[in-house]
């Protein structure tokens, strides 16, 4: 048992620690930024991120006054704002455009207008996710884009987490190899939702989770069957390489915003946990990867990231008391600095970025099949969805 404790961390693993998060430091990261709408999420998720890892956000655009002052008071040095999101993008220092514009019906053609008009003006562009509650208006952004020969990310910022991250990272031929079955199970702590609300839960929140299970598996998904209750949805999925995977989400308003996910892999099991409640959680509570190898049953825990802005990071004026960029953060700070992050790498370049909007248009069909699934108690082959199916 002693020289068992002496073991390395790659020792006991039996390979190099996978990295987790991305390797800013090797890419340019100066880009001018434009964030187009000055709302919530971009207030306390996007800038603080933003300006933890020293991005060059040079411009803002809210048309309410009172976002617009409130940003203003963050400290984020944003040298100008504007309630024109037109003007935004033909600001010549703007370089690419974060838009957090809503997914209500009359925001998605709003979204549809900034693509069309980044295209024209050869600027790249990230967009919330979902990208659209139809193929067909996905698509049509995705047109826009390539036509302009911009980049069009979508910010699927959960997979950009450490605790996710790493686990990608664990899933390549010289670690654990491929995924057999994957488990997500993820607990919302805001208010009860259901698959069939308005703006279902399944598409807004959960096509994070979606997203992020065929993230790790990297080839289409075949098949979709769920089931929805009063404010929980479960889904099944099957990929073309034989991975299978279960995605539970309770949307009921339990306090813990946690999720649960489990990997048995070909040359091991990983199991994890990503914690959204950085404005209530204790140090240390954020991100945990633990790492069972074939033949360990002890397992291994890796060391992730457990500094967040306490109380809540929002709050705290991110540019001091450091002189530097601060990447090691857990999440979702880490998520929103790793989804912008993937789209500058991508236009250094000249490639497609980790997060362009075509893996998204995968995930997109992952989840609206979920939703007819659920309809029609049927399972849905998601590459034979309609066009035209919208929630």
Known sequence: ???????????????????????????????????LGLHWVMQIMHLPAYAAARFNVVAGCDIVEERIQETGGKGYGIGHITRDWRELVRMEDV???????????????????VVEACAEEGKHLQIHKPVAHSLEMAHRMAAAAAEGDIWLAVNQNCRYNPACYSIKQLLTRERLGRPNIIEVRN???????SLNDET?????????????VRWWVEVPCTLVFAET???STMAIYEFENGTTAYHMENHSGVKAHETYMRVMAEKGVVRGRHNWNWHFGEPGDYELVDVYPSGDDDGVRLPLPRHIYEPHWSDIN??????????DLAGPVAGMMGSMGSLMRGIELNEPPDNHINGALDSLRMCLAAVLSAETGKAIDPRELPEDFTV
């Open 95 to 113: 370089e690419l455009v974060d838009c957090t514009f809503g997914h209500a019906p009359e925001k998605l053609e709003k979204r549809l207008e």
């Open 187 to 193: 607990y919302w702590h805001g208010r009860p939702r």
């Open 318 to 327: 991110p540019f001091e008391p450091r002189k530097g960029p601060w990447y």
């Open 200 to 212: 279902p839960a399944w598409i807004g929140h959960s096509i994070h989770h979606a997203d992020l």
């Open 1 to 35: 048992m002693a020289a068992e404790g002496r073991k390395t961390l790659e020792e006991r693993l039996g390979f190099t620690r996978p990295p987790h998060r991305p390797h800013y430091e090797h890419w340019r990261t100066d880009y001018g930024i434009g964030a």
């Open 229 to 231: 209750g009063a404010h």
